[in-house]
């Protein structure tokens, strides 16, 4: 119960300061003495070849907030094998892993060509990305799936869907889809807008358009929203972003698209 409560406030906001102080309290009385009092215990990142032990002399005093970098040069494909341990010198595995959890991150940070980014989803929070050519006739209006050949004009319109999907419920997500260039938005006044179950305030920028939730429930969600085509050429769509701004680690990005605008 102890580390549902701790992950759940990882990524929602308790509504008042006294429920903040009140849920600290209640989690403070119930909490093990092995959480707090096992200042001999080390955690260790075998990183590839390398290994990196941080014991609480290391560490931020208080908050246990420690970090290492590694240089680009230094970096290898093996790096991608990584394993966390947690020791202790006075107590045993079983002891050790039942204390406080340990949490943390290990990510690539690097520049690449946005045609050779692929999708990248979180098992939490994920989002999806596809473009639709909107075909209107008398009867109706016809989507279209946009694929890397399909023929498009100059003064189409095209339908942006993004598809969320939320697996518990999160506070203060926001939501950036990067706007293909030789296209512009629809929608140019940032407003508060409701769909499909969820609100939302949108705002549209030069090269992106925004999306804050202020609270998110777990479930599915699509939201649409509409650009036109006003340049001939080959661009890419562009990638759509998605995190919850309480808890970074949950983030995750949809693939790109590319359109060909012929005369």
Same mark, same amino acid.
């Given at each position: 119960m102890i580390r549902w409560v701790i992950q759940q406030k990882k990524s929602n906001?308790?509504?008042?300061?006294?429920? %903040?102080?009140?849920?600290?309290?209640?989690?403070?009385?119930?909490?093990?003495?092995?959480?707090?009092? +096992?200042? &001999?215990?080390? *955690?260790?990142?075998?990183?590839?070849?390398?290994?990196?032990?941080?014991?609480p002399e290391q560490a931020e005093a208080? %908050?246990?907030?420690?970090?290492?970098?590694?240089?680009?040069?230094?970096?290898?494909?093996?790096?991608? +094998?990584? &394993?966390?341990? *947690?020791?202790?010198?006075?107590?045993?595995?079983?002891?050790?892993?039942?204390?406080?959890?340990?949490?943390?991150?290990?990510?690539?940070?690097?520049?690449?060509n946005l045609n050779n980014i692929k999708g990248s989803s979180h098992p939490a929070l994920s989002v999806e990305k596809i473009l639709y050519l909107q075909k209107d006739s008398l009867q109706s209006k016809q989507l279209v799936p946009i694929q890397s050949l399909t023929p498009l004009r100059r003064g189409d319109r095209i339908i942006c869907r993004l598809i969320i999907t939320c697996k518990q419920p999160m506070d203060y997500v926001y939501l950036k889809d990067m706007r293909g260039s030789g296209t512009e938005p629809v929608d140019v006044i940032?407003?508060?807008?409701?769909?499909?179950?969820?609100?939302?305030?949108?705002t549209t920028r030069d090269a992106h358009t925004g999306f804050f939730f202020r609270h998110l429930n777990k479930g599915t969600f699509i939201i649409n929203y509409s650009?036109?085509?006003?340049?001939?050429?080959?661009?890419?769509?562009?990638?759509?972003?998605?995190?919850?701004?309480?808890?970074?680690?949950?983030?995750?990005?949809?693939?790109?698209?590319?359109?060909?605008?012929?005369?």
């Open positions: 906001h308790w509504a008042t300061t006294p429920a %903040t102080a009140e849920a600290c309290y209640a989690l403070l009385k119930s909490l093990p003495a092995n959480y707090l009092s +096992n200042p &001999t215990r080390k *955690v260790t990142f075998q990183v590839g070849a390398q290994s990196f032990q941080i014991s208080g %908050t246990g907030f420690y970090r290492q970098r590694i240089d680009g040069k230094k970096v290898t494909s093996a790096m991608g +094998n990584i &394993t966390c341990t *947690v020791s202790s010198e006075n107590k045993s595995t079983t002891q050790s892993l039942s204390a406080a959890p340990v949490m943390g991150s290990i990510y690539y940070q690097y520049l690449e940032s407003s508060y807008r409701w769909q499909d179950g969820v609100g939302y305030y949108q650009i036109n085509i006003t340049h001939i050429g080959s661009f890419a769509a562009g990638l759509a972003n998605i995190e919850c701004l309480y808890a970074p680690e949950y983030r995750s990005h949809s693939n790109n698209t590319n359109m060909r605008v012929a005369e």
